[in-house]
């Protein structure tokens, strides 16, 4: 498989901590060779690294994407991948979709739940803590709620931890302890490993697609219409910066350091910061593809979107 479509770069003034330092960032397309809208990646400790499709296809790559091998898993709608390391990644999806894999293989083990929930985020502290968030139709209140899972024995055993949220729509984990979830309007924090959560209402019923936080009690939210806020206290209040951003959705965010940022969304928009976020410098000239995930896996930023498209940043 060819592995370039078309090399990008240009030059991005990165502010680290110790500050001035200019690096060349190049924007590099991937041919996974599929058409499929890829909904999420993310890559363990070295050169392997799998993405999912909407269409229940995985996608594995051992050699940093340089290629990229397919595999028809489900049948069901997928939703995110979480690489643990370099051989243990899980897949989750929709009527309580969930896959395994412990040996870094293309093959996966069913680990699926409840067919009654829709699985949209998860994450894992390591390779026994982990959890998953979806939501639940109540037929008899013909009501969404959000709900938990969460294991401690490496997916052995899952347990459904109610809250009285919303939809539940993204999750982001800092450490052993310190975790939120975004709903409509709400911001819920556990700093118990996922125990117990805390509601924190933003005033709005705004929607939230993804949020990323640092050590620093830095957060920061994105969402639909350019939906942007900022927190400097871990998450408890929020500032409406939104207003610097065009009428699109906005559905990742990501912080590789203190300072350098990129938000990608709707139409292929992707959008860089390198002063932690105050200001946002746009770029929707990359492609016309919307853009569903970033990561990083501490040396490149790895991003998926619609129609087959993967792009890593080095």
Not at 130 to 158: A, M
Not at 170 to 185: F, N, P, R, S, V
Not at 225 to 253: A, C, E, H, K, M
């Amino acid at each position: 498989m060819k592995n370039v479509l078309c090399l990008l770069s240009f030059c991005l003034i990165l502010i680290g901590c110790g500050g001035k330092r200019a690096t060349e960032m190049v924007w590099e397309f991937q041919n996974p060779n599929i058409e499929e809208n890829i909904r999420s990646i993310s890559f363990g400790n070295g050169d392997h690294g799998w993405a999912i499709t909407e269409s229940g296809t995985l996608l594995s790559t051992e050699d940093a994407g340089k290629t990229w091998v397919s595999t028809k898993i489900s049948d069901k709608k997928l939703t995110a991948v979480a690489a643990i390391d370099d051989k243990t990644f899980w897949v989750a999806g929709e009527m309580g979709a969930l896959y395994a894999s412990m040996e870094g293989s293309r093959s996966v083990a069913d680990r699926s739940l409840d067919e009654d929930v829709d699985f949209v985020d998860m994450a894992f502290w390591d390779k026994d803590n982990g959890v998953i968030i979806g939501n639940r139709f109540d037929e008899r209140d013909s009501v969404t709620y959000g709900t938990v899972f969460r294991t401690d024995n490496g997916g052995q055993n899952w347990n459904e931890a109610y809250v009285a949220m919303d939809s539940v729509t993204c999750l982001y984990i800092l450490d052993e302890q310190l975790g939120w979830i975004g709903t409509a309007g709400h911001v819920w924090t556990t700093s118990d490993a996922g125990a117990n959560w805390e509601d924190n209402y933003l005033g709005s019923e705004i929607s939230i697609n993804d949020m990323h936080y640092d050590e620093f009690n830095s957060g920061w939210l994105v969402g639909d219409s350019g939906t942007y806020y900022t927190s400097q206290d871990g998450g408890w209040s929020w500032d409406d910066r939104g207003g610097q951003f065009p009428n699109v959705n906005l559905y990742d965010i990501v912080f590789i350091d203190r300072f350098s940022g990129f938000i990608v969304g709707e139409g292929g928009m992707i959008m860089m910061s390198v002063d932690g976020g105050n200001t946002w410098q746009f770029d929707d000239n990359m492609t016309t593809n919307t853009l569903h995930d970033i990561t990083f896996d501490g040396s490149k930023l790895w991003i998926c979107g619609d129609s087959g498209t993967i792009i890593f940043v080095h």
